[in-house]
């Protein structure tokens, strides 16, 4: 079983930068999928991006390429989110999500993934 921990939210503002943690504990993460989503109070869970493992392709939605940038630290078991030029659209609770083994067509389908962090607010205001 795989246990997923977020860190680093809080609050910014616009223009601001801030970056995220997830760390895995359980299983050995580096050949998973594991992804990064987010939801805004009424709205439903976007993806933002995602790995199909350590090493791989990083895919970002159109709203976030450019701005955030994934990575992995398979030393670590950790995977990050840095974000950069943040907007009060980028307000969200954020959550790490991972799984096993997803196809690259699944991989922006938060239902898809088995295992999920809490979550870690972040808030851009000025």
């Known amino acids: 079983q795989v246990q997923l921990v977020e860190s680093g939210g809080g609050l910014v503002q616009p223009g601001g930068s801030l970056s995220l943690s997830c760390a895995a504990s359980?299983?050995?993460?580096?050949?998973?999928?594991v992804a990064w989503f987010r939801q805004a109070p009424g709205k439903e869970r976007e993806f933002v991006a995602a790995s199909k493992y350590s090493g791989g392709t990083v895919y970002y939605s159109d709203s976030v390429k450019g701005r955030f940038t994934y990575s992995r630290d398979s030393a670590k078991n950790t995977v990050y989110l840095q974000m950069t030029s943040l907007k009060p659209e980028d307000t969200a609770v954020y959550y790490c999500?991972?799984?096993?083994?997803?196809?690259?067509?699944?991989?922006?389908?938060?239902?898809?993934?088995?295992?999920w962090g809490q979550g870690t607010q972040v808030t851009v205001s000025s």
């Open positions: 999500a991972a799984d096993a083994s997803l196809i690259v067509s699944s991989l922006r389908q938060a239902y898809q993934y088995d295992h």
């Open positions: 359980g299983r050995t993460v580096s050949r998973y999928t």
